[in-house]
């Protein structure tokens, strides 16, 4: 018996929050079966973890899809995991051995992602970070609306220094497995240059460039998401 269709696993990014992929999740409809994650967004070896233990109580064959940090998260977690079939970068880290979302987002120029930061100490130690309420629309979505865009500033949910700055462990998972790339040419977190850069050593089935898509394209241009999810989907089903 071949295998069932892939269940759809959508992991949010830093500044995001799991209802950031409910556009996504309208447009790939009833004949697709998809689940958000809440990203706990503390550390990659961590956050990996959880995302496999939600890949295990799926019980079935997966396609990951990781937004911005959400990157990081599906490509240490598909390792050498047998349930997954495929990944998808949305505006997304796609990183080799031993890079970190830091390490990525500065090899290029272009990101303005730092000086919008607000940073306070959190009881585990260390720092998080969230965008401030006063920039986050020009700098993380500026192709949504007023009202969408103060919407997601207040429930946006802060990442940890240390997430940011964890390397992938082990071998990266984009080498085994197809990938598909979409993202915008407008990213103000990502330089859209450290995309191409990332799609192209990765050798993926499918790359789309959006043109004048932000960073959060998830939310201001689901089409064009979904179309890319369910290429992944029908290219592994």
């Avoid at 020009?138 to 609306?145: G, L, V």
């Avoid at 802060?158 to 964890?166: F, R, S, V």
């Avoid at 390397?167 to 197809?178: E, F, I, M, Q, T």
């Avoid at 201001?220 to 992944?232: D, F, G, L, S």
Wanted: charged letters at 20%.
């Amino acid at each position: 018996m071949p295998d069932p269709q892939p269940t759809i696993v959508l992991v949010h990014g830093a500044f995001a929050e799991s209802a950031s992929w409910n556009g996504v999740i309208e447009r790939l409809g009833a004949a697709y079966d998809s689940v958000a994650v809440a990203n706990p967004l503390r550390s990659v070896a961590g956050d990996a973890a959880y995302l496999r233990d939600v890949v295990g109580g799926i019980g079935g064959p997966v396609v990951l899809v990781g937004h911005s940090y959400g990157g990081m998260v599906i490509t240490q977690a598909a390792a050498g995991n047998t349930s997954v079939r495929a990944l998808v970068y949305v505006n997304a880290f796609a990183p080799d051995t031993g890079e970190s979302a830091l390490s990525l987002s500065a090899k290029f120029s272009g990101s303005t992602l730092a000086d919008t930061l607000v940073k306070y100490p959190v009881s585990t130690g260390g720092n998080e970070v969230a965008i401030g309420q006063d920039q986050y629309h020009a700098q993380f979505c500026a192709d949504s609306s007023d009202d969408v865009a103060a919407l997601m500033a207040r429930t946006q949910r802060p990442i940890t220094e240390q997430g940011l700055g964890d390397k992938l462990n082990g071998d990266a998972a984009w080498r085994s497995l197809p990938s598909w790339f979409v993202f915008g040419d407008a990213d103000k977190n990502i330089p859209a240059e450290a995309h191409r850069f990332m799609a192209e050593r990765a050798n993926p089935r499918g790359q789309r460039e959006v043109v004048g898509g932000s960073h959060a394209m998830a939310v201001a241009r689901p089409a064009e998401v979904a179309e890319t999810i369910i290429e992944a989907v029908r290219g592994v089903s």
